[in-house]
C-alpha cells in the first residue's frame, strides 16, 4: 500500500531541500573558495568543497540515525508502560 503525499506536502518538502541545499553550498563556497582572480577552481579549493559536502552527509545521516534510535527507544518505553497499565494487580 503506497503513502500518497499531497501536492502542499510534496512542495513544502522540495522547498525545506532547496533551502538545506543553498544553505550548504554557501557554507563550504564561503569556506572553500579565496581565489577570485581566476576562472578556475584550484585543486585545493575543489578538495576542500568535496570534504566539506562528505562532512554535511556523514553528519546527517548520524544525526537521522540517532533520531531514528531515540525514536525507537521512545516507543519501547511507552509500549512497557502502557504493558504495565495493562495487567492486572
Not at 512542495?11 to 578556475?40: A, H, S
Request: charged share 25%; hydrophobic share 30%.
Amino acid at each position: 500500500m503506497a503513502v500518497q503525499v499531497s501536492e502542499s506536502d510534496q512542495i513544502k518538502q522540495f522547498k525545506e531541500f532547496l533551502g538545506t541545499y543553498n544553505k550548504v553550498t554557501e557554507n563550504c563556497f564561503m569556506d572553500c573558495v579565496k581565489d577570485f582572480t581566476n576562472r578556475e577552481v584550484k585543486p585545493e579549493e575543489s578538495s576542500c568543497s568535496e570534504s566539506c559536502l562528505q562532512k554535511y552527509l556523514k553528519m546527517t545521516q548520524r544525526i537521522s540515525m540517532r533520531f531514528q534510535e531515540y525514536h525507537i527507544q521512545q516507543n519501547e518505553a511507552l509500549a512497557a508502560k502502557a504493558g504495565l497499565l495493562g495487567q492486572p494487580r
